[in-house]
């Protein structure tokens, strides 16, 4: 730490935790509207983008609790970035950045890990089998009790024809066909996704090639068992746990059970029942957890195989989910029930069906065009709103000292809780508290989120303090002056620059729902005028505009931004202070989305999915 102290010039030594851990945030969402993005699209100027905000912490601030942290994530950063564009010298500074790590942060919790992944970039990166046989060695010497220790010893341990397979030797001719088919089995898993409602879970686990795999279900606790045979851990994996909020899946844990057998483990509610099979293009193994329902009797579990893992195989009934699988093997828990009682919840879906009155013919839109999206009768399922601002970013700030930022979280959160209770539609905030989310970050969120449309809220502000009224935006080109104003000042946070213009113009120009987008903002438009004006007359209708927002660029779905009044103005920003003028503010909102999705071909609600979020 000494040494890190002396290298940095004063004024990056300055800063306070409070400023680090801030910093931090805004690095970790960074990161993930990076690894949004397919991994062959991810560019090294967007890489430096996230590596130079985690530098910023320990720049600024060395001592700071996320310190330790952010030098990891530089290192796992590196390693991941020296990979993906094979270049040694980047893997030679991740090394470095471990060994940093190591040294000016001795007790850090990533210690292991870092020395660990050292010699698996000797090992598997850099073809350098002494340096690695020597990074594990000091491993089991230093570290002889920790539960990676084990895996340093089987390295340690390996035939010395898989040290050769490593190493960039010469081998004999008779050898190679067979060394090279071993070879190829060597997958890894680089990443581990889930998305749940109160139904079901879905888990993806992303793998750099495809696997053998096998599962099983244990009990007491009840958990479901993943082995990857031929596969590692990337080392930001290892030793990792995700805990869930709701659903039938309560956590997931990663471990390297052996050196080359990953292990992946879903602790599930008692009643929960599973499917497990491979994706290709990328390769990834899906997990379906499921509640099972009351009427149901858990069964015996059966593999699947072929094109569709919604139909079920007789090919092969009597195999359990505990022996190995092929690559593209699924495998799928069964309920067992008698056909009285199959022909009983048949009956009933179709009873239900008939009667249920949110699924229906969509609509044209108010222009008498019939998009893609209402041709195939596509429904909303999932909601995303995103509160403007955040943390450090106020956004714009009354005479009396009101902040958007506030003001724009409580009526999301009012928003989304009358979505939930009213359409059953199922809500994803882009932030519930006091925090900063990058302006790229949002709209990645919800394309993780696999939402359905996407609304952004704001308030607005002017120069002249009588200005008042509402206007939606949607994305697209504009020369209107007044417009670009808005869109600047929203998107003063971007940190995108300029040499992405072309960039930005592309995901503008192609963006394949903009007139659902216009369509949806008409309705929120017209819905938040009339619920504003009612009871304040001189409320303005501003109309529905179009602008080139950052928040908005990117989004998978109809996306708009709303500017829910001006703060700039004295009345209404003394209106706005009042819980009855926000919760009315929301009511418009929910009215005015509620319309648009009646034009649709109705509602998913997250309680009545009958399957996990496809891919």
């Not at 060395?62 to 950063?77: F, H, Q, R, Y």
């Amino acid at each position: 730490m000494a040494l890190l102290l002396a290298t940095l010039p004063a004024a990056a030594r300055g800063k306070s935790d409070a400023w680090a851990r801030n910093q931090f945030i805004t690095a970790e969402h960074l990161r993930q509207t990076l690894n949004s993005q397919p991994p062959e699209q991810r560019s090294r100027a967007e890489y430096q983008r996230v590596l130079d905000a985690y530098r910023r912490v320990y720049y600024g601030c060395p001592t700071s609790g996320k310190a330790d942290a952010s030098v990891n994530a530089v290192a796992e950063l590196l390693l991941e970035m020296g990979r993906r564009f094979d270049d040694d010298k980047i893997l030679h500074s991740a090394i470095g950045q471990y060994e940093f790590l190591r040294r000016e942060y001795p007790g850090s919790r990533y210690r292991f890990e870092a020395l660990m992944t050292i010699g698996e970039i000797y090992r598997d990166d850099l073809d350098d089998p002494a340096r690695a046989r020597a990074t594990f060695s000091e491993f089991v010497r230093r570290y002889p009790h920790h539960h990676l220790a084990d895996d340093a010893d089987a390295e340690l341990n390996e035939p010395v024809q898989q040290a050769k397979l490593r190493s960039r030797e010469p081998l004999p001719a008779q050898d190679s066909p067979k060394l090279e088919h071993e070879a190829a089995k060597i997958s890894r898993v680089t990443s581990i996704r889930h998305w749940s409602t109160p139904q079901s879970t879905r888990v993806a686990i992303d793998l750099a090639q495809p696997v053998q795999f096998g599962s099983k279900r244990i009990e007491n606790p009840d958990r479901i068992v993943l082995d990857l045979a031929g596969c590692r851990l990337d080392p930001k994996l290892v030793g990792k746990t995700f805990a869930l909020e709701n659903g039938p899946l309560k956590k997931i844990r990663a471990a390297q059970f052996q050196s080359a057998k990953s292990r992946v483990v879903l602790e599930v509610q008692s009643a929960a029942e599973f499917k497990a099979f491979q994706l290709d293009d990328p390769p990834r193994l899906i997990v379906d957890v499921r509640n099972m329902d009351s009427d149901q009797e858990s069964g015996k579990a059966v593999l699947v195989t072929g094109p569709s893992p919604d139909k079920p195989s007789s090919d092969d009934p009597e195999r359990t989910s505990s022996q190995p699988l092929k690559p593209g093997v699924r495998v799928i828990r069964e309920a067992t029930s008698t056909k009285a009682s199959a022909d009983a919840r048949l009956a009933k879906n179709k009873r239900a069906a008939s009667a249920d009155p949110i699924s229906r013919e969509a609509q044209p839109t108010a222009r008498g065009d019939r998009s893609l999206i209402r041709a195939l009768g596509l429904k909303i399922g999932k909601i995303v709103i995103d509160p403007g601002h955040g943390g450090h970013d106020t956004g714009t700030t009354g005479p009396q000292g009101l902040e958007e930022k506030e003001l724009v979280l409580e009526v999301s959160r009012r928003l989304g809780k009358l979505l939930q209770t009213r359409m059953g539609a199922d809500v994803v905030y882009t932030r519930k508290d006091d925090t900063f989310i990058p302006l790229e970050a949002r709209t990645a969120i919800a394309n993780q989120a696999l939402a359905d449309l996407f609304v952004s809220i704001h308030a607005n502000s002017s120069r002249d303090p009588n200005a008042r009224g509402v206007e939606t935006y949607y994305l697209n080109f504009t020369s209107s002056s007044e417009a670009l104003e808005v869109a600047a000042r929203e998107n003063a946070a971007s940190d995108k620059s300029i040499h992405e213009l072309q960039d930005l113009v592309k995901k503008i120009a192609l963006k394949e729902k903009i007139e659902e987008s216009r369509e949806f903002a008409s309705d929120v438009q017209r819905s938040l005028h009339s619920g504003l004006s009612s009871k304040s007359p001189g409320i303005r209708d501003r109309g529905v505009k179009k602008a080139p927002f950052v928040v908005l660029i990117g989004a998978n779905m109809p996306s708009i931004l709303a500017e829910i009044s001006f703060v700039s103005n004295p009345g209404d920003e003394r209106r706005l202070e009042t819980a009855e003028y926000r919760q009315r503010i929301a009511e418009s909102l929910y009215r005015g989305i509620a319309k648009y999705v009646s034009g649709l071909s109705g509602v998913r609600v997250a309680s009545r999915l009958d399957k996990g979020i496809d891919q």
